[in-house]
Structure formats: C-alpha cells, structure tokens
C-alpha cells in the first residue's frame, strides 16, 4: 500500500501555499512502528528534518488530532478517503514512494471467524498487485 498524507483544511492550506516539508507539522506513528521506520529512511533520503508534534501508537487517535489542527497524519492510500471523510482530513499533494504492507496471517484459507472472512473479502477489494492481480 502507498502511503499519503492528510490534515485539516487549516493544515492543507497552509501546506499548498508553502510545500517546504520542514515546515509541514507532523503527526508519526510510534518509533518502534515499521511505517515510521520506512517514514524516516524517506524523510534522510530527501534531507528533511521533519517537525513531529506527537507519536501515535493508535492510527484513530492520531487522525483526530489531525482533524483538530495539530499537524499532517500519515495515511495508507486504500483507505485515504474513508479516512477524509471520516475525520474532516483533506489528502495532501504530498505522496511518499515508500509502500507499507498488509498482512493476514491465518492457518487455512477457510476463516472460521465471520469477522475475519468479512476482513479478507473486502481486503480483496482493496489491495491489488500493481499488475491488477489480487494479493489474497
């Protein structure tokens, strides 16, 4: 999955006008997350100093004060709009070309679980190899 970033109407404008990364405030996952691994190797890569307000283990938590004005959220791509629109979030025009995995590790291809099948028949609606095939 892509990742892209998100922010309040207050937040997005701000960052249309400007477009300086170092000045776009950040909300990131945790440290220990592999997200926020691959989120500083981008941001070294391009010789930014991100300006991070809060770490977030909890993707909800970190959306609402997203919503509230506190800084830009990192967003995975298949469900950036479910998120605008669920958060008041306009998507930014920055894109990182780093890709985040999705996995569901399960014993047999029979869910047992009604939750879990539920999961992996709209994850194949979602999540598509770049040649159009799916991954589940």
């Not at 998100?6 to 997005?12: D, M, Q, R």
């Amino acid at each position: 999955m892509g990742v892209a970033f998100a922010a309040s109407p207050s937040v997005a404008k701000a960052w249309e006008k400007s477009k300086n990364q170092g000045e776009l405030p950040l909300l990131a996952p945790a440290r220990e997350s592999v997200l926020r691994r691959e989120l500083e190797q981008w941001w070294a890569g391009r010789g930014v100093v991100p300006m991070i307000r809060a770490e977030f283990d909890d993707a909800a938590a970190m959306f609402e004060l997203a919503a509230g004005g506190l800084g830009a959220a990192p967003v995975h791509e298949p469900v950036l709009r479910d998120v605008c629109k669920r958060y008041g979030l306009e998507p930014l025009s920055l894109r990182c070309d780093i890709k985040d995995d999705l996995f569901i590790v399960t014993e047999k291809r029979q869910y047992a679980d009604e939750g879990v099948a539920l999961m992996a028949d709209l994850a194949k609606g979602l999540l598509r190899e770049p040649s159009g095939e799916e991954v589940l």
